[in-house]
């Protein structure tokens, strides 16, 4: 493939990963640059800073924000004010839950399955829309997530809706990504 651009193959492969672990549904999970309008409660993976490795290099440091925004407002009938916070905090719990693990190996493995959701992307399943998806995705057959860890700090608290009835709670990462052994250019 002819481009590179490091943060949108990350922003996608992690996108392609919480999907696959099953913690996120394709219509609630966004990357920054989706243009379909978000619904609530809504997933935007955000990578914002890429530093290459070496001067012009296509493998570096990604930043990674994991963006949560999820509405405040409780039905009429509910009398149970805790509701929404209770589904906010399960839906930022599953979000870290699928990069938690308790050893080096494991962050390997996390990296690993990471690459192998990224790289899917660039498959077709056979079907019209298939072959679209592998098309617009075909810069990922070389994309490489070498190791993720939780940034410092690992949950920030973003800014709350200006009338008060959406949350913010953004999970906060650090990956270096790299392309594979292939041709590049």
């Not at 990350?10 to 920054?32: C, D, H, S, T, V």
């Not at 994309?143 to 709670?169: Q, Y």
Request: net charge negative; charged share 25%; hydrophobic share 40%.
């Amino acid at each position: 493939m002819a481009y590179n651009n490091p943060t949108s193959k990350l922003e996608r492969a992690i996108r392609a990963y919480l999907i696959a672990q099953g913690k996120a549904e394709p219509e609630n999970i966004y990357i920054a640059n989706d243009s379909r309008t978000r619904a609530l409660p809504a997933r935007t993976v955000i990578a914002p800073a890429f530093n290459p490795r070496y001067g012009h290099s296509s493998e570096g440091e990604c930043s990674l924000a994991i963006q949560h925004v999820f509405s405040a407002a409780i039905d009429t009938p509910e009398t149970n004010f805790s509701t929404q916070r209770v589904l906010m905090d399960k839906m930022v719990g599953d979000t870290i839950d699928s990069f938690a693990c308790g050893d080096r190996q494991s962050l390997n493995r996390v990296a690993d399955a990471i690459t192998a959701a990224g790289r899917a992307l660039a498959t077709s399943d056979g079907s019209e829309q298939g072959d679209i998806d592998a098309a617009d995705n075909a810069d990922m057959v070389n994309f490489r997530c070498d190791w993720i860890k939780f940034a410092h700090p690992m949950l920030t608290r973003g800014r709350a809706s200006e009338d008060g009835t959406n949350w913010v709670e953004v999970v906060n990462l650090t990956a270096f990504v790299s392309n594979a052994d292939t041709d590049n250019t």
